[in-house]
């Protein structure tokens, strides 16, 4: 992969936005390798996602920064550049079922999640076995009623020794804390086994089932202190019919939630993802 910087924007449209951006980093001779743009006609919102080769620039990363701030200025943008080169850090959280860390761990092993896993956090010891013959850490700590404060406060301070930016909730079947959302916003990936936003909460392949569906599905979304509601990133379904059973259903789910996961990932380790509101767009 080669070295990019990947340059994210939103502001107010207007005419002649993305021609100045352009023209900026064609002035410094910058070859851009990407450009994705997007206009929210409902509130005149535009989004944009620019890479661009790191050694045509004639700066590093923070040389850039203080060059293009007063353009960013002109235009009142909200806007970051993030160097390719640095692999975000990441925390998986687990309790007993493997199938969606598993799935990660193969594919980080593998090159295909550039990203650097640093611990993994479980309130069960199931998969403490798993994890460690992949060399990452693995901590223990239970989330016990009338504990839920320190178990997370504890949480935070391996999250703080790691440094961790991104965190992933691969089947975690703990609610996260009000606080703890607030503080991470933007940077806890949930996988829900469920088509959201149908059938939240707890058991959905069963109130699937009840419902007799005919499309199963998972959703990978940032999680926020409003359970299961929070902005949408990839989603999978798959169909199925009366024959199958609860455990057919479950079954099946597994695979959507382990390609869902991954894809969502991926999209947010690129840097891919921008919010509108409750809403992403995906570049």
């Known amino acids: 992969?080669?070295?990019?910087?990947?340059?994210?924007?939103?502001?107010?449209?207007?005419?002649?936005?993305?021609?100045?951006?352009?023209?900026?980093?064609?002035?410094?001779s910058g070859w851009i390798t990407e450009s994705s743009h997007h206009s929210e006609e409902a509130n005149n919102w535009f989004y944009s996602r620019i890479e661009i080769k790191a050694d045509s620039l004639p700066f590093d990363i923070d040389g850039f920064r203080q060059s293009f701030q007063p353009l960013a200025d002109k235009f009142s943008m909200n806007w970051r550049i993030v160097d390719s080169a640095e692999p975000k850090k990441v925390a998986l959280f687990a309790s007993k079922a493997s199938h969606c860390l598993s799935d990660l761990l193969d594919r980080w092993r593998s090159g295909d999640l550039p990203c650097d896993i640093r611990c993994v956090i479980a309130n069960?010891?199931?998969?403490?076995?798993?994890?460690?013959?992949?060399?990452i850490p693995f901590y223990y700590v239970p989330v016990e009623p009338g504990y839920k404060a320190e178990a997370f406060g504890t949480m935070q301070d391996i999250i703080a020794q790691f440094?961790?930016?991104?965190?992933v909730l691969a089947r975690y079947m703990q609610i996260l804390p009000e606080d703890f959302c607030r503080r991470y916003a933007q940077q806890i990936l949930n996988i829900h086994h469920s088509f959201l936003p149908s059938f939240i909460g707890a058991k959905p392949y069963h109130q699937a089932?009840?419902?007799?569906v005919k499309l199963i599905g998972a959703t990978c979304h940032y999680v926020t202190d409003d359970l299961d509601q929070g902005p949408i990133i990839?989603?999978?379904i798959q169909r199925v019919n009366h024959t199958d059973q609860v455990e057919d259903l479950v079954?099946?789910?597994k695979d959507i939630e382990k390609q869902v996961l991954a894809a969502g990932l991926r999209f947010h380790l690129e840097d891919r993802i921008m919010v509108d509101a409750n809403k992403t767009i995906i570049f």
């Open 234 to 236: 990839e989603q999978g």
């Open 124 to 135: 069960h010891e199931t998969l403490r076995r798993q994890v460690e013959c992949c060399d």
């Open 1 to 28: 992969m080669s070295h990019t910087y990947r340059l994210l924007f939103d502001c107010a449209d207007q005419i002649g936005l993305v021609s100045e951006v352009t023209g900026f980093i064609s002035l410094l």
């Open 163 to 167: 440094e961790i930016d991104t965190m």
């Open 251 to 253: 079954r099946i789910g």
């Open 209 to 212: 089932f009840e419902r007799g």
